[in-house]
């Protein structure tokens, strides 16, 4: 029954029968007409299946020759069995896993009841019809009074002088090329929070995606990342009701900016996140990958172009759990699946579904991160810290950004106390003499280290002493500036604490700055 639902279902979406060969023009789509769908059933246990799963989640589909859906059924002895389904990007979106759990339902329910397929209308469109729509919806780039062309004009101007990244408290400095391995850490939302906020949305006039913009747009700028912050989020990009039950990839990726210049209110900051939105709204059918394209910004195989940080709200009932709960003669659970995969350096993803004790809507989230960049200790502290901002958020939004306390009571603790709290008293003499006292007790201690190169304590005395002597016959002495042009290294260490010596005041010039600088 199974087997044959399955058949149903492709059948039913030609988008899961597609594909994707490639001649000297580029990439076609080949709609086949046959149905049927490989049932690979795999035998493993519990400790195995995690594994199990992730490889079969992994699988790299060769879209030439293979279509983009993908079933294994795990037995775990007995009558316990994990269906896993993995449709490629190419032919799906989040939004589908909804349609598609519904349609696999329903096709099963009908081949177990009575052998034939489900009685389904049939549905009004296929994916094909909506790329022909969206072309000629988009019209032609040489076409001035084309929608491409408006749209593409709005996106050069709101993307101008985009920051190229986020400089985000890394644990570890950027790989030259990404690994894109990742994890997750969950988000420990209250649940009064969600109608707290939700308030405050509405009082905004506001999405509660735009309160919770602002927040992340805080943290971040709070966090050192400045204060012109580019944000993704996906849009559903399904703008007729005719698309909502088809299978098929529509999701679109914007890029919103928020300037958190001036240290603004939170109501004033949702209010600039607002109107930005609205616009990025209007503009919202142009592909992602042609805006990356025309806006060409610099290339990168370490990060993702235009934005490093993801923020998504899933606020629909699309979900696949929902639509499979109840299948007759099988009692059905969810069973995670964790990729180990990060696009972006950062990605929020908060989703709002009905609770299991009363029914209200309570917001769930996770945080997902590149293990090329963080730790866990750092993505969690994250994660808290976001929570923090929420909160804050919520409880006063005419709070200056600038106010809101990032700091736990342990980490205040921990910074004012324990890593401060023991005073050491220092004799009121100079750098030069302490260090000159030192350097008579341990001279063979080693002092320096960079790179190969080391200096013991009397070796940095001896080569500070002769820098001295040569500075104080060029003139150096007190009130003078010495401007030191050097990378960081062993030498730098000796001329800093030579010009100390000479009794005059170092500048410190990288050699790497701009020329302008």
């Known amino acids: 029954a199974l087997r044959q639902a399955l058949g149903d279902v492709v059948a039913r979406h030609e988008s899961l029968r597609t594909l994707f060969a490639e001649d000297a ?24 299946l995690p594994a199990e799963l992730l490889t079969a989640a992994r699988h790299a589909f060769q879209l030439r020759s293979e279509g983009p859906l993908r079933v294994r ?29 519904r349609d696999l339902t329903s096709a099963y329910a009908a081949r177990v009841s009575s052998g034939d397929a489900p009685g389904w209308e049939p549905l009004p469109v296929q994916y094909a019809d909506y790329s ?26 709101a993307l101008a002088d985009l920051p190229e990244e986020l400089p985000l408290p890394y644990d570890r400095p950027r790989p030259a090329v990404a690994s894109h391995q990742g994890d997750a850490v969950t988000l420990d939302l209250d649940p009064e929070l969600h109608q707290r906020l939700t308030r405050i949305a509405r009082e905004s006039r506001a999405s509660l995606f735009m309160v919770v913009q602002a927040a992340l747009s805080t943290l971040l700028t709070r966090l050192g990342a400045g204060t012109d912050i580019p944000l993704g989020t996906s ?44 616009e990025a709204y209007a503009y919202q059918d142009l592909p992602f990958e042609r805006l990356v394209e025309v806006v060409n910004p610099q290339r990168s195989l370490s990060r993702h172009p235009l934005l490093q940080t993801m923020l998504t709200l899933n606020n629909t009932e699309q979900g696949a759990a929902s639509a499979v709960a109840s299948l007759p ?22 989703a709002e579904r009905r609770g299991e004790v009363d029914g209200g ?94 200096l013991t304590y009397g070796e940095l005395d001896a080569w500070s002493n002769r820098v001295a002597r040569w500075l104080i016959g060029q003139g150096v002495g007190p009130e003078r500036f010495v401007g030191v042009v050097l990378p960081r290294s062993v030498e730098l260490v000796v001329v800093l604490l030579g ?19």
């Open 235 to 278: 849009v559903a990009g399904r703008t007729d009701d005719a698309l909502d039950e088809l299978v098929g990839f529509f999701v679109n990726t914007l890029v919103l900016r928020t300037d958190t210049s001036g240290d603004p209110t939170f109501a004033e900051l949702i209010e600039r996140v607002r109107v930005r939105d609205l």
């Open 132 to 157: 022909i729509w969206q072309r000629e919806m988009l019209g032609a780039e040489d076409d001035a009074d084309s929608e491409i062309t408006r749209q593409l004009a709005y996106w050069k101007a």
């Open 361 to 454: 809507v309570v917001l769930e989230g996770a945080l997902d991160f590149s293990t090329d960049l963080f730790d866990r200790a750092t993505a969690q502290s994250i994660a808290e810290r976001f929570v923090r901002v929420l909160t804050a958020l919520a409880d006063d939004p005419d709070r200056p950004i600038g106010e809101v306390e990032l700091l736990d009571a342990v980490e205040r603790e921990r910074l004012l106390v324990e890593w401060n709290g023991v005073s050491r008293g220092v004799r009121g003499v100079s750098l030069p003499v302490l260090f000159g006292e030192q350097a008579r007790r341990t001279p063979d201690a080693v002092a320096v280290v960079g790179g190969d190169a080391r």
């Open 499 to 517: 010009v100390l010596k000479a009794g005059g005041a170092y500048v410190p010039v990288d050699p790497e700055y701009p020329a302008e600088r």
């Open 73 to 101: 059924l795990f037995e775990l002895g007995g009558d316990e069995y994990v269906l896993l389904v993995v449709a490629h990007h190419i032919a799906s979106d989040a939004w589908s896993m909804g349609p598609l759990a």
């Open 25 to 48: 023009d580029g990439p076609y789509q080949v709609v086949r007409d046959s149905a049927d769908v490989a049932l690979n059933v795999v035998g493993t246990d519990e400790p195995q």
């Open 329 to 350: 003669g099988l009692t059905v659970t969810g069973e995670p699946v964790a990729a180990g995969a990060a696009k972006f350096d950062l990605s929020f993803r908060l």
